[in-house]
């Protein structure tokens, strides 16, 4: 041993979202982010700044009417980064000044990212900071031409560079009253902002992929495994919705069926992970609320901007069942055969987020914070990083805010990389005799 402490990629991403969230939620809680000139309590600035980089869009407090200018500016500025990852940004200021990536920088984003090899990750992540900026871009001239009319030209562009930058990166802020309620019909803002939101929740590696081979079998098992499964959960998500609001007065009931279809498919793709909604959440029907946990958990693909388990976790798992159920031995996609490790590692996953949410739920009902099926919602839209809310998040206890606090950075910085990040990694050189036990 040289006596030398080596920080794992995994360490330096915990550490670094940690202490992005305290800066954060420093910078909120001075007098000048407040509306009112008066510093919000830590307690509500920690939850937001967590919210914001997380990019969560859970909200202890009205964004537009608790923050001034400067602190939208710093939720802005903390979903960008929380949104696109620290080393992205760092990145990003390497390049400006012209300093070197080092290996182990790279590695580190390689991590962050999510990617399974080194080989051209400065690349990728040039490619990722030109399509966010243009993305984004698009979306907030859109928007801002739209809202012109009615907010005037400054105000317009402003709302159009915050949504645009909260959608595509699945934060869920926004600066109105009721979400995007007074929107419900409006095609353009709807559509902007839902596609928006998917096409960040699909992940930079598939993004750029799709973008450079448009031929279908051509692509890798990861692109076609994420976007069979993303359009599968909003086509279900989108039918589920619809069929069992379609009578609910306080939702669908009397509206026209396009504009029943519109708000169901949005309401269906904004639980992966994005917050944003058209209909009151709290008014919907049990079943409703149910499925759109079932989303939520599942959430947005490895290396986007969203949370969740993902959509390959999701997808591995019902692989796995149909390997078990149809007796094989090897667990198949599309023709290809998914490693031992995939499987567990997919696993463990699902298992551990199982733990955080049911942990989180399990503190808010003790913390007297809402009815068991609103604690279990308000956790699960905190590990997949969603912002859909019950109505209970302004009302929580100190004990609520601090456990979803914790929901929130473990949702973003994910399960697996937390653990790894908190115990030390061997690699078992002996193998023990293998025994067999009754399971099921």
Not at 404 to 420: C, E, K, S, Y
Request: contains cysteine; aromatic residues 8%; charged residues 10%.
């Amino acid at each position: 041993m040289n006596g030398e402490t080596k920080v794992s990629p995994p360490q330096i991403l915990v550490l670094g979202f940690g202490g992005l969230i305290l800066l954060g939620s420093l910078l909120l809680s001075l007098p000048m982010a407040s509306e009112t000139g008066r510093a919000v309590p830590y307690l509500d600035a920690l939850f937001t700044a967590t919210s914001a980089t997380a990019v969560t869009g859970l909200t202890v407090v009205h964004t537009r009417d608790t923050f001034s200018l400067f602190g939208e500016l710093v939720i802005m500025g903390l979903i960008q980064i929380g949104g696109l990852g620290l080393m992205t940004m760092a990145t990003l200021v390497a390049l400006t000044t012209g300093r070197r990536i080092t290996l182990r920088q790279r590695v580190i984003i390689q991590e962050a990212l999510g990617e399974s090899r080194l080989g051209g990750i400065v690349r990728l992540t040039k490619a990722v900071l030109v399509f966010t900026a243009l993305v984004e871009g698009a979306g907030a001239l859109l928007l801002g031409f739209h809202w012109a009319p009615v907010f005037g030209w400054g105000t317009a562009f402003y709302y159009g560079l915050f949504h645009a930058v909260s959608a595509f990166c699945n934060a869920g802020f926004d600066l109105f009253t009721s979400s995007l309620e007074a929107f419900r019909g409006d095609w353009l803002v709807c559509l902007v902002i839902s596609t928006l939101f998917v096409i960040g929740g699909l992940g930079f590696h598939v993004v750029t992929e799709l973008g450079s081979n448009w031929r279908w079998h051509r692509v890798s098992l990861h692109t076609r495994l994420v976007v069979v499964t993303t359009l599968f959960l909003i086509g279900a998500g989108t039918l589920g919705i619809l069929l069992l609001e379609a009578d609910n007065p306080a939702t669908l009931a009397g509206l026209p069926w396009s504009e029943k279809v519109l708000a169901s498919y949005f309401q269906a793709v904004t639980p992966r992970t994005a917050g944003f909604s058209t209909l009151p959440i709290g008014q919907m029907r049990e079943a409703t609320l149910w499925l759109l946990i079932g989303l939520m958990f599942v959430g947005a693909s490895p290396g986007s901007t969203g949370g969740g388990i993902k959509t390959t976790t999701f997808a591995t798992l019902l692989a796995m069942v149909a390997t078990i159920l149809s007796g094989k031995e090897q667990t198949t996609v599309f023709g290809r055969r998914l490693g031992t490790m995939t499987v567990f590692r997919a696993m463990a996953i699902t298992l551990i987020s199982l733990g955080v949410v049911v942990s989180a739920a399990l503190v808010l009902l003790v913390a007297g914070d809402g009815t068991l099926g609103e604690a279990l919602f308000e956790s699960t839209s905190a590990f997949g990083t969603v912002g859909l809310s019950r109505g209970i998040t302004p009302e929580l206890s100190a004990v609520g805010k601090l456990a979803l606090i914790f929901t929130m950075f473990v949702g973003r910085v994910g399960p697996l990389t937390l653990g790894f990040a908190l115990v030390h990694r061997t690699h078992a050189r002996i193998h023990l005799p293998e025994e067999k036990i009754t399971v099921g």
